[in-house]
């Protein structure tokens, strides 16, 4: 597709549940992220890729969050026992390349997320 | 830690005027600064991208500044129009912070006809 993709689009869980959602990238992007936004709030980062290596899951707010992306390009963003504080928007982005300070086609490419409700 | 911080929350304008957003960040050491657009249920649009060595960058009737020792952006819509209407973040990358953006929470503009 033109752009990156992420379904699903809202999810309603009850407490405990767990869920997985999911990101297709822009076709040959290397780079893919993950990031947490809470309403009202600018996103907060959660976890980076560089084609199927986790180089970054610094961001991750607990055990209870998992991702993967196990062949270099659909990415799956795993909340197991969710709890209520997990409501927030999850958005994924990607960009072609990570680069150094010079790099000049590190723009990111944003999803439009899935909402996720905890009840 | 970075702290991005962005000035104003909200913006209500009239069609046709000229504004500025502000945004300031704690730790100089950057790599770059973006500028997001995002609209209600949708994902960000980055809009312009600003290298530590530069000094602004434009497109269309958007120009970006970026003054990194100082710690400050700002993004200048001018002519707005109604379709301008949206939030606006600012995100910069950190030479100690990997791979991660640090965004602010936002300036909410209305461009009103």
């Known amino acids: 597709g033109a752009g990156v993709s992420q379904s699903p689009r809202y999810k309603v869980a009850k407490r405990g549940q767990d869920v997985a959602l999911r990101c297709d990238p822009i076709?040959?992007?290397?780079?893919l992220f993950w990031y947490q936004q809470a309403l009202g709030q600018g996103p907060e980062f959660l976890t980076y890729?560089?084609?199927?290596?986790?180089?970054?899951k610094s961001g991750l707010p607990s055990d209870r969050f998992f991702a993967e992306r196990p062949e270099g390009s659909v990415s799956t963003l795993k909340i197991q026992r969710t709890q209520q504080e997990d409501s927030a928007v999850y958005l994924c982005?990607?960009?072609?390349?990570?680069?150094?300070?010079?790099?000049?086609?590190?723009?990111?490419?944003f999803g439009s997320g899935t909402q996720l409700s905890v009840l | 830690k970075q702290e991005v911080t962005q000035i104003p929350a909200a913006l209500s304008v009239p069609e046709g005027e000229n504004l500025v957003l502000n945004c300031s960040f704690t730790?100089?050491?950057?790599?770059?600064l973006q500028w997001f657009r995002q609209d209600p249920g949708k994902g960000l649009t980055s809009l312009l991208l600003?290298?530590?060595?530069?000094r602004e960058q434009t497109s269309g009737r958007l120009n970006a500044s970026l003054d990194k020792s100082s710690g400050r952006s700002t993004l200048y819509i001018a002519a707005s129009q109604p379709g301008d209407s949206a939030t606006y973040l600012c995100?910069?990358?950190?030479?100690?912070?990997?791979?991660?953006?640090?965004f602010g929470e936002g300036t909410q503009l209305t461009v009103n006809p």
């Open positions: 982005a990607s960009s072609l390349v990570l680069g150094g300070p010079m790099a000049t086609n590190e723009k990111l490419f």
């Open positions: 076709s040959g992007h290397v780079s």
């Open positions: 890729f560089q084609n199927e290596a986790q180089l970054d």
């Open positions: 730790d100089s050491a950057i790599y770059n």
């Open positions: 600003i290298q530590s060595s530069q």
């Open positions: 995100a910069v990358r950190g030479e100690t912070s990997g791979s991660r953006l640090t």
